[in-house]
């Protein structure tokens, strides 16, 4: 089992998770179905690349806001700690 902050994780403390909204080359934002524990740690992954926080994009409690929209046909991921 791996350890964060002294703190014994479990499978189910992390989650995977396609944000909804829809990808259409002109939507920037999505929603995250879980609370994440630490917002910084969330990694977005799109079309199985990672992508950088800030530059490009930002995260605000469940909300992803994009800085390029993805373009129609391509997929997003999320994984993060969800919290407890």
């Known amino acids: 089992m791996a350890r964060i902050d002294g703190k014994l994780l479990q499978g189910e403390d992390f989650f995977t998770d396609v944000p909804s909204g829809t990808i259409d080359g002109s939507n920037v934002t ?44 391509q997929t997003m991921l999320t994984t993060y700690l969800k919290e407890n």
């Open 30 to 73: 999505f929603t995250l179905s879980q609370v994440p524990s630490d917002s910084s740690g969330v990694k977005v992954y799109l079309n199985g690349l990672i992508q950088i926080p800030t530059t490009n994009f930002s995260i605000t409690g469940q909300t992803i806001t994009m800085v390029v929209a993805p373009a129609t046909g």
